[in-house]
């Protein structure tokens, strides 16, 4: 073993369980990792923080106060979580084709996995070049451990809609994924006694892996509805059941669970909720999330949306993604910095669809 | 041989490196602090600015072609006002050098911009859009006429003693025509090209697949056509010419120094790679060191016709 890795392991020993990891603990206080982060995999290659500026970047990371779960940053004119990104060349290790147009890639990224917040995001490549040109968002799904709980990487859910998704379908063990994150706001991880209810439509259920275990740390009471068209888009189920979630399944051609859409357990439940505070989060297509939203304000109750607006850059730069919100005289702010996640109350709907 | 002397001086401005991140791709830079240390950039210039602040065109902004990608993103911004308060003490703070591109409806707006401008502290110079393919009013309409740009490069000029850098559009018949107009109006340089003016639609649905029905398209698809535009502009005016269009690489930025760049601006690719900076200076580097040579500067205009003929000849 070679000493880099042996310091990636130290690192490791020395990180926090999930309960202090998920929001207690400042995860941007952490030192970057060096460059031969991904230990014992094409070392010169692993990450490409520009030269000449990582012992500055490390000065500013020590002076962060170590308890402030977000900080300002002056001039943005917004907070972004603690955990600033890195880009990555990482290796696949896994791919499970779950069906014919699911999947999931396992990506040996632990320096951004250990990072990752609930419901922050990756931009993703191939390889670099011309074809496709742009990267493509996708939420961080699990994050990934070894035998002995460090963390090893992060995997992302995926479905064929275009050629990319197909691309990363067609990926194999051993090739290369260009990836930068973590990025984005994460979602608000409740604390007992508010109950979480999540609510996921298909490749939608991708941010709540890692807000179950986060919530799950907490003690929190959760809940997944899980709706799909057919019960071949539902997934992972065990992992929740697992996690102690209680799960209700819905598919749109009753071949899993109830008949029907999501929304028709979800708003029986919301209407039996009784008076303990709740939490709805919610990720999917944005009928559903719309939908959603309006069945938890009219419980009165907040809800949490993760929207997928086309993006560019991911970092803030391009102002692709944007997303009109009602607070400030209706007006547009970027799903990459101050998303992913939106309060559901915030977000124009008119606007979206 | 040392190393060799990256730095480029454009208008009295001395930029330790030739490579600038482009107006419309970086954001007001800040956004990018956490990846890209903005002092080793040669400068950054910022998002245009208007005098207010302004919304922008409504989703979808940006589709991607191919090797390419259109957006009509519609100058959402804060106003210059607000950059001058809130974007630009940060920067002075991490010694970028500033180059704030500026939009305006009207010739006032943007000598308004102009004097406000001058009188902030941590601005290098100032980049007058007169290309944005994307807004109705001003822009790309002062750009396509000789008039226009006299009249907008001439305000700002009486306006400000802050080097001017007019940035051009390509959706003309004679871009060298309007660089020598920007030049004779007083522009201390000119950048160019900025987006070529284009539009794709979803056929299944037939509808246009920007809101704005089109865009301007950007990426390593306009790269030829902006090397020609450089090379015919650079040898059209005395001034420098600042290169951009579909740079992916560090072939590529030697390509717009040797056709005539004296420095260059890298947009679309920043957002593919926001770490291309570092791999670029060093591709640079290299290259100078493999051709002998001290300075980048000695790159600049070097394209050799003189093998045209034989090559003819013998094909």
Partial sequence: ??????????????????????????????????????????????????????????????????????????????????????????????????????????????????????????????????????????????????????????????????????????????????????????FTVVDPPTRAWMVAGGVGLAPFATLAEALGARGVDSTLFYGGRSGDDLYRVPFFERLGVRVVLTTEDGTRGEAGRVTAPLKRALDAAGARPLMLYACGPTPMLRAVAELAADAGRRVEVSLEPVMGCGLGGCYSCVVRVLDGGARFVRACLEGPVFEGSRVSWADLT | MGRPDLSVEIAGLRLANPLIAASGCFGY??????????????AIAVKGLFLEAREGHAPPRIVETPSGMLNAIGLQGVGVRAFVADKLPDLRARRAVVIVNICGSTVEEYAEIARILSDADGVAAIEINISCPNIDEGGHTFGCSLAGVQDVVGAVRKATTLPIFPKLTPNVTDVAAIAVAAENAGADAVSLVNTFLAMAIDVETRR????????????????????????????????????????????????????????????????????????????????????????????????????????????
């Fill in chain 2, 29 to 42: 830079g800040v956004e990018y602090a956490d990846l890209v240390d903005l002092s080793a950039l040669g």
């Fill in chain 1, 1 to 186: 073993m070679g000493s880099c890795e042996r310091k990636a392991r130290r690192r490791n020993r020395r990180e926090p369980t999930d309960a202090r990891w998920e929001g207690r603990v400042d995860a941007g206080n952490e030192r970057l990792p060096p460059l031969c982060d991904l230990a014992g995999t094409r070392l010169k290659s692993a990450a490409i923080v520009i030269r000449g500026v990582r012992g500055a970047q490390d000065a500013r990371e020590r002076r962060r106060p170590t308890d402030c779960r977000r900080r300002p940053v002056a001039a943005l004119g917004y907070t972004r979580p603690v955990a600033r990104p890195v880009d990555v060349d990482a290796r696949i290790a896994a791919n499970h084709r779950l069906s014919d147009a699911y999947n999931i890639l396992e990506i040996e990224a632990p320096s951004i996995a250990r990072r990752t917040r609930p419901g922050q995001f990756v931009m993703v490549k191939r390889a670099l070049g011309c074809e496709p040109l742009l990267r493509r968002p996708f939420s961080v799904f699990e994050i990934l451990r070894d035998a002995r709980g460090a963390v090893t990487g992060l995997s992302l859910l995926s479905k064929q809609v275009g050629a990319v998704t197909r691309d990363l379908f067609r990926a194999e063990p051993g090739d290369r994924l260009r990836c930068l994150g973590p990025l984005g706001s994460p």
């Fill in chain 2, 208 to 315: 246009p697949r920007l809101s704005n029905v089109v865009g301007g398209l950007s990426g390593p698809a306009i790269r030829p056509i902006a090397v020609r535009m450089v090379y015919e502009c650079s040898n059209a005016v005395r001034i420098p010419v600042i290169g951009m269009g579909g740079i992916a690489s560090a072939r590529d930025v030697l390509e717009f120094l040797i056709a005539g760049a004296s420095a260059v601006q890298v947009g679309t690719a920043n957002f593919e790679d926001p770490g291309i900076w570092p791999k670029l200076r060093d591709g640079v580097v290299d290259y100078l060191t493999r051709h002998g040579h001290a300075a980048v500067g000695e790159l600049v205009g070097t394209v050799d016709l003189s093998a045209r003929e034989t090559a003819w000849v013998s094909s």
